[in-house]
Structures are given as structure tokens and as C-alpha cells.
């Protein structure tokens, strides 16, 4: 069974525009909420992530928006830029460690 | 400091042979974890060692598959005899001591698996 869903799977954006990737999750034992960013070639790695503790996080031009009743978290991504170009991943972890990805989101920043 | 390491980048083998992941974590951390990302479709956990310790196995698909920690340093993961549907990218993920949950973890480039 598929614990956390992502959509869209691709997404064109352009320059300076905006770019929201969702994610919802199925289980409320889960604690940590990360977002990974891979580029062609590469590993994911970790971009920023958020608790439930708290319903927004902010780094720079990438924010976290959190809404635990309703199992969802989303990645904004302000002022896109062509070096945002990536997969971005969502992911959900518990105190086993595990992560637990979504399916990967196809970006693309035209400029 | 280096990083995760992975090898190798790429392997393309047929149909029931056998093949040999290797992953080198990042020195000191205890936590290795071993993700599969099949064509298009999500990373999903394969297993975790902690030191030369399994875990938690609950992701590896099916008694083909051998992961082995030596020393609790670097690991491999072994497939044997490879079917068509193990290919994929391979990644191998490591982390500090502690909390496994609290901790980040940082993942290697991966090794793509062609089964033909």
C-alpha cells in the first residue's frame, strides 16, 4: 500500500513563478516530514523539513506548509529559478528511522 | 569528508546471474540503509543496519537478496539469481548514532541495475 502520495508528477514552471508540489500521508504515528532534492546523476538529498509541531517552515525561497488534520504537507518553492530543475521527493519517517518516500516530482524551471 | 560512495554507477547483467552492490558510508555513522527506486515509481526502503546489525529487513523483497554489514563498516547487497524486475536504482543512505529517526540521512549517487 502506498503510504504517501505526491502529485503532480511533472510540473513546468517559469522563471521567478512559484512552484507547490503536495504530499499526503496515510499514517499519524509518522513525527518528521523531510523534502529531498535529486539532481541527474545524484543522490537525493536532504532540502529542509518540518515536525508536527509546527505548521510552516521557511528556508530561504523553499517553504514547508504542514496541516496535520489533514495529513498533508506541500513544498513551495518562490521565485523558481532554472537551477531549481530537479526530482523532488517528499518523504515521512517514524522512530524506526525508515524513510517512506513519495513518488517524485519532475521539475523543470523554463527561462 | 567524503560521502556516501557507491559502487558501481552502473551494471547490466542478464537474467539470472548474479551481481554485487557495494556501499561505503560516510565514516562513523552507524546507520546504513539500503532504497530501490523501480522506473518512475517511489524510493522504497530495503533494509537497515545499525553497526553490522540488521535492523530492520522488512523491505527486502524476497530470499534472492543478501545484504551483509562487514565489521560494521562498509556493506554489500547481493542478488542472486537477478530477475528482470530488480532493475532499478539502487541507493544506499547512512546516518549518525542516536535516534535513527531524528537524524539526517545522506544518500549515495546510487547504482543503476539492468537486468536484461
Known amino acids: 500500500q502506498q503510504q504517501v502520495k505526491q502529485s503532480p508528477q511533472s510540473l513546468i514552471v517559469q522563471k521567478g513563478g512559484i512552484s507547490i508540489i503536495n504530499c499526503a500521508y496515510e499514517?499519524?504515528?509518522?513525527?518528521?516530514f523531510p523534502w529531498y532534492q535529486q539532481f541527474p546523476g545524484k543522490g537525493p538529498a536532504l532540502l529542509i523539513a518540518i515536525r508536527p509541531d509546527v505548521s510552516e517552515k521557511k528556508e530561504g525561497r523553499f517553504t514547508i506548509s504542514f496541516n496535520k488534520s489533514a495529513k498533508q504537507f506541500s513544498l513551495h518553492i518562490m521565485d523558481s529559478q532554472p537551477g531549481d530543475s530537479a526530482t523532488y521527493f517528499c518523504?515521512?519517517?517514524?522512530?524506526?528511522?525508515?524513510?517512506?518516500f513519495g513518488q517524485g516530482t519532475e521539475l523543470s524551471v523554463k527561462p | 569528508e567524503a560521502g556516501v560512495t557507491q559502487f558501481p554507477s552502473h551494471s547490466v547483467i542478464e537474467k539470472g546471474q548474479t551481481v554485487t552492490l557495494r556501499c561505503d558510508p560516510i565514516s562513523g555513522h552507524d546507520n546504513l540503509y539500503w532504497y530501490r527506486r523501480v522506473m518512475g515509481k517511489e524510493i522504497k526502503f530495503l533494509l537497515h543496519f545499525v553497526k553490522e546489525s540488521k535492523q530492520d529487513e522488512s523491505g527486502m523483497p524476497n530470499n534472492r537478496f543478501l545484504a551483509e554489514r562487514t565489521g560494521g563498516t562498509y556493506s554489500t547487497l547481493k542478488v542472486q539469481p537477478a530477475e528482470l524486475e530488480d532493475s532499478g536504482v539502487y541507493f544506499c543512505a547512512s546516518s549518525q548514532a542516536g535516534l535513527a529517526g531524528k537524524n539526517i540521512q545522506y544518500f549515495g549517487a546510487g547504482t543503476r541495475l539492468s537486468v536484461l
Open positions: 499514517n499519524t504515528a509518522f513525527d518528521y
Open positions: 518523504a515521512v519517517y517514524n522512530q524506526g528511522g525508515k524513510l517512506i
